[in-house]
C-alpha cells in the first residue's frame, strides 16, 4: 500500500443497523459521538446504520412489494390509441 493516503485513526468501531437491531464489530475511521459497551465487555464508538447487508432486500432474497400494477395500467391509459 502506498504510504501517507490512509487514515491514521482506524480503531474497532461497532455498527448498529436500526431497522432489525444487528449489530457487528469491524475496523473504520468513522467518527462517532456515541458509544455502546460490546460483548467482551469494552467499550466502542457506535454508528447507526438505516440499512445493511443484514436487512437490504437483495442480500436477504425479500422483495419489497410494488403496485406494478397500478403502473401498468396508470401506463396503458395515458398511452392508449384513441
Known sequence: MKEGIHPDNYRFVVFKDMSNGTTFLTRSAAVSKETIKWEDGNEYPLLKLEISNTSHPFFTGQNM?????????????????K
Open 65 to 81: 412489494l410494488v403496485d406494478t400494477a397500478g403502473r401498468i395500467d396508470k401506463f396503458k391509459k395515458k398511452y392508449a390509441k
